[in-house]
């Protein structure tokens, strides 16, 4: 979970994510959107990737980066869950109901 964090530390890397939150992008287009070299959006790119944010697949000559909404959302869910009571009451009962199925 801290990688994802740290990872959402950046205010350029959230941006990236906000732009991904609407479309499927090239790391080229997503450089069209900042003043920034492609290598450094290449270097936010792989670190939101590392952090399970984002995925990346290849398409013919181009690499296609799609915002991953379940990781995101089950990173912050597994956070509150962490440190808010009535989340950590949800999560003990999930997990009891993924333990009996899997029975």
Known sequence: MSVVFQALSSRNR?????YLSDA??????IADQFEMSKPAISKHLSILENAGLVVREKKGL????????QHLLGSLS???ADFCPEGRVLKIEGAKRVKVQGD
């Open 62 to 69: 181009n690499v296609l980066y799609t915002l991953n909404e």
């Open 24 to 29: 499927t992008l090239t790391a080229g287009e």
């Open 14 to 18: 959230r941006r990236i994510l906000a």
């Open 78 to 80: 597994d956070f509150l």
